[in-house]
């Protein structure tokens, strides 16, 4: 029930033009770098990209080290580069992402902690700029290991816009 009134208060808060037509970001905090929630209208278009990983930084290091692919931010800046090289090909832009789930792998070299800090600046190049202004909603989780043993990073995004008239 609590969930049921939350939602309707959030809903309550977007204008009745924007709930008709537009997918509409509901800020988080002042300083939050992401969003609360976000309202995507029936009829907007949307992709949901499959968890992307990162390419290797260093050509011909050995596959399954993390060096190849480098630390928690140079993994996510290349993580990020290749989701906004996929929305590209299908006609969307990094502003039209509404919600990334991110899962991080505690590094070794941070005593198997998540590397947050380094996320969320690989994250601040991508979002919430002077040039790509919009934010997303996002999660970002702790994992024990990903596919790949070097993997650090894996970021799943959906990206939503509405049909231009």
């Keep these: 029930m609590k969930r049921l009134l939350t939602a309707a208060a959030l809903l ?16 988080g905090g002042a300083t939050s770098p992401i969003l609360a929630g976000v309202f995507v209208p029936a009829k907007a278009d949307m992709l949901i990209l499959s968890g ?18 480098g630390d928690t931010k140079t993994q996510a800046i290349s993580t990020f580069k290749k989701i906004e090289a996929l929305l590209k090909s299908q006609g969307y832009e990094m502003s039209d992402v509404i919600k990334l789930t991110v899962f991080l792998v505690g590094d ?9 800090k380094g996320f969320n ?12 202004p919009n934010k997303s909603a996002r999660s970002v989780v702790q994992v024990a290991a990903l596919a790949g043993p070097a993997f650090l990073v894996e970021i799943e995004a959906t990206a939503a816009k509405t049909p231009k008239k």
Excluded at 123 to 132: E, I, K, L, R, V
């Design 12 to 27: 309550a808060a977007i204008p009745a033009a924007a709930q008709a037509q537009d997918v509409t970001r509901i800020p």
């Design 121 to 132: 600046e690989a994250y601040s190049q991508f979002f919430g700029t002077a040039t790509q």
């Design 108 to 116: 070794p070299a941070n005593g198997g902690k998540l590397d947050f």
């Design 52 to 69: 992307q990983v990162p390419s290797p930084a260093v050509q011909g290091g050995a596959p399954d080290a993390i060096a190849t692919y």
